[in-house]
């Protein structure tokens, strides 16, 4: 008979109550070994949306500049700070811009929450285009990435609309003309233009139907949206093989070589295949017949995305102790601001619509949307990936250069060249 | 299903089915979707009335030209005709001044005439003219939601 199991005393029960309680929750010790690494990465509920390994290449600051985790980062500060300011926010034209002076006058910390939600908000437009460069200077939205792309592109769609919504909330004089020039040019769209504009405002002119759909808007449709296809972008960078990275040369080392035939399941007879992972096709990080140029995720990528973020915080931070965001006088019908002018990152659009409603509210970003999203689908050549500016690629990078420069100018002229009456003025 | 044999009884009728079940879930989802978008499109709204009563005509002296920028509009008196000129610009909807040669927009700089034809700018259609009625008890009533041709003044 085995002895009955000894009964933990009292004492001991309390001593090692701290220890139990961490390994309840973490099932791994600091790992020590390869093994612990890869373990730690996906026992980890968090964690595991990382692969065990990446590639060398993902880790340099110079590849991805950081962008998206910046643009993932800063999403993150917008929905924390978003929902404390929503403690205090009403959207009633009668109170809402009240809401925004008692931020001011008796909120702890009020002004410097509005401050970081502001600032992220722009900062974030500014870092998701940003990184929708970086993409396009690399390759990076060539097979097998084009529906990241796709899916990128709907986030960059996202993100200026949330925007958008978000800057009626204050009902100050800035919000109320520029959404009001905002929504007419929704207006303009051909055939549905009209009830667009209509279901958009719930109203014919800008009132309380439009503050509250908003409001709704960017509380909760809009992010809800963007969590989904942010969700879907990070699952599809690991089914797409990780980071795009240039080719490595292929050693033949058909040993461990698992070998994807098209058209098939993926087994054949007699192949010789690995594990579990002959039966999930897609581009897989190929064991054995290539260099391993790969390390493991905790701790690299992690330190690598903690430094992100500590410097997005910082970044924000600073900014928001520096600068005060804005707020003008409340709504007056009878006086729109001269120049009433919307946020800079639709400037480039204002000026655009100064020549012509239609083709620059409507027509020329409609193309735009377009090129964008057939792009992947048009470019096929599949050279050029993983390298900024890559030699082979010189049109395409001019050509979406000359794209991001003139967008570029046309806000700079929209902020700086514009004054009353929308007239060209001088900075100096 | 697709690579059996010649359709039998059985496998028709289950294409059959199959296809109506398809039909079935498709159209459930176009009407919900077209019944969530009627759902967003309000039937009456809180907005201001489209009629409204602006006073009586010994207001607007011969030579006024006032807007009435809660309304949007702007009455014109010249003589013993008035008129109500929109002064939402055409363009995308912020509201003109009254200029001396006319209306100008403070949004994108578009210009108009003392009648609202445009004369600079991106505004694509002049300012449309509103009627004007005059009820019995003598006060002048504008209805936005009438526009009359432009130089269709009301005579008092
Ligand atoms: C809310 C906005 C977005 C977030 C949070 C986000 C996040 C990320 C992150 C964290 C990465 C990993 C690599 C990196 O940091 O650069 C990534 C990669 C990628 N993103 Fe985004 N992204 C956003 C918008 C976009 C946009 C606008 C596009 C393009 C139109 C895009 C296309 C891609 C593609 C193709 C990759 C794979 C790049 C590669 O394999 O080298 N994303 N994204
Ligand atoms: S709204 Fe008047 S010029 Fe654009």
């Keep these: 008979m085995k002895p009955p199991a000894q009964e933990p005393g009292l004492a001991k029960t309390v001593a090692e109550l701290p220890r139990n309680l961490w390994t309840s929750i973490f099932r791994n010790p600091l790992p020590s070994s390869d093994l612990g690494r890869s373990a730690t990465s996906f026992t980890n509920f968090f964690l595991h949306i990382h692969p065990v390994k990446v590639h060398q290449n993902t880790l340099r600051p110079l590849y991805t500049l950081g962008l998206g985790l910046i643009s993932l980062f800063l999403f993150l500060i917008l929905a924390v700070t978003g929902v404390l300011l929503m403690f205090y926010y009403v959207p009633s034209t009668g109170q809402a811009y009240d809401r925004m002076l008692d931020l001011r006058g008796s909120v702890a910390f009020g002004t410097f929450l509005r401050n970081m939600h502001r600032w992220a908000a722009h900062g974030m437009v500014a870092a998701v285009f940003l990184h929708m460069c970086r993409v396009f200077f690399t390759g990076a939205y060539k097979k097998p990435r084009e529906f990241n792309w796709v899916i990128g592109v709907g986030l960059f769609l996202l993100t200026m609309f949330a925007s958008f919504t978000g800057y009626l909330l204050p009902w100050d004089q800035l919000a109320f003309w520029a959404i009001t020039v905002g929504a007419a040019i929704a207006g303009y769209a051909p055939v549905l233009g009209k009830s667009m504009q209509f279901i958009l405002l719930g109203d014919y002119t800008v009132g309380q139907e439009a503050l509250l759909r908003f409001y709704v808007l960017h509380v909760v449709v809009l992010p809800a949206l963007m969590v989904l296809l942010i969700a879907v972008h990070f699952w599809r960078i690991r089914k797409d093989g990780g980071l795009s990275r240039p080719e490595e040369p292929v050693e033949d080392k058909p040993l461990y070589s698992m070998k994807m035939v098209a058209g098939t399941t993926g087994l054949e007879p007699g192949e010789k295949t690995i594990g579990l992972m002959g039966f999930v096709r897609g581009p897989f990080t190929k064991v054995g017949n290539v260099p391993d140029r790969s390390v493991y995720s905790w701790p690299n990528l992690l330190i690598a995305e903690l430094f992100v973020f500590v410097l997005t915080v910082a970044g924000v931070l600073v900014v928001s102790l520096l600068f005060n965001a804005p707020l003008e006088e409340p709504v007056n019908i009878m006086h729109p601001p001269n120049p009433a002018k919307a946020p800079w990152y639709f400037l480039g659009l204002q000026e655009m619509v100064s020549y012509s409603a239609f083709w620059g509210g409507i027509g020329i970003p409609t193309i735009e949307v377009l090129i964008l999203l057939a792009l992947p689908y048009l470019d096929r050549r599949p050279i050029g990936v993983g390298q900024w500016f890559a030699r082979e690629r010189l049109l395409a990078n001019t050509l979406f250069l000359l794209f991001a420069v003139v967008n570029v100018i046309l806000i700079v002229i929209g902020t700086f060249f514009r004054g009353p009456n929308w007239t060209f003025v001088s900075p100096w | ?156």
């Design chain 2, 1 to 156: 299903m697709t690579a059996n044999p010649p359709a039998t009884d059985k496998t028709s009728r289950r294409s059959v089915l199959n296809w109506l079940s398809s039909v079935a879930l498709f159209g459930s989802a176009v009407v919900s979707v077209f019944s969530n978008l009627v759902f967003m499109k309000p039937r009456a709204t809180y907005g201001a009335p489209s009629r409204f009563s602006i006073g009586r005509p010994e207001d607007f002296p011969s030579g006024t030209r006032i807007s009435l920028d809660a309304r949007r509009v702007c009455i014109v008196r010249e003589g013993d005709r008035l008129a109500a000129i929109s002064t939402t610009c055409t363009h995308l909807g912020c509201i003109v001044g009254v200029a001396e040669t006319g209306f100008a927009c403070p949004c994108h700089g578009s210009r108009f005439d003392q009648d609202g034809n445009v004369t600079g700018g991106p505004a694509p259609k002049p300012l449309p003219w509103y009627s004007i009625n005059l009820t019995p008890n003598g006060e002048l009533t504008v209805d936005t939601s009438v526009e009359v041709q432009q130089g269709a003044y009301f005579q008092v």
